[in-house]
């Protein structure tokens, strides 16, 4: 795998009250991926990008919503959902440095 691909895989953390419930409950992390991403790639991405260890990865394609404006109806892009769940004692702070 190209490792110049595998930093642009993850576009960024799922901040939302089930993703901190998941976190909290299952050892999980809740990611926005590439919709070409498949579970493999994601896997070494979180393992190079966050030097952890990862169990296992499922995914979810999440439809985009149809939204009106006016009168313009307009619809929201999909994206790709990763959890990622990790290794006993593994962690991934977005927060701080150390």
Do not use: C
């Not at 952890?52 to 439809?63: A, D, F, I, L, R």
């Amino acid at each position: 795998m190209n490792p110049e691909r595998l930093t642009k895989i993850i576009l960024g953390p799922v901040v939302a009250e089930k993703a901190t419930r998941v976190a909290e409950n299952h050892n999980q992390v809740v990611l926005k991926v590439l919709p070409s991403a498949n579970k493999l790639e994601i896997k070494k991405a979180v393992e190079l990008l966050f030097d952890t260890q990862v169990e296992s990865v499922t995914t979810t394609n999440v439809k985009g919503k149809i939204k009106r404006t006016g009168r313009v109806m307009g619809k929201r892009n999909d994206w790709k959902k990763a959890y990622v769940t990790l290794a006993e004692g593994s962690d991934i702070n977005f927060v701080g440095a150390e």
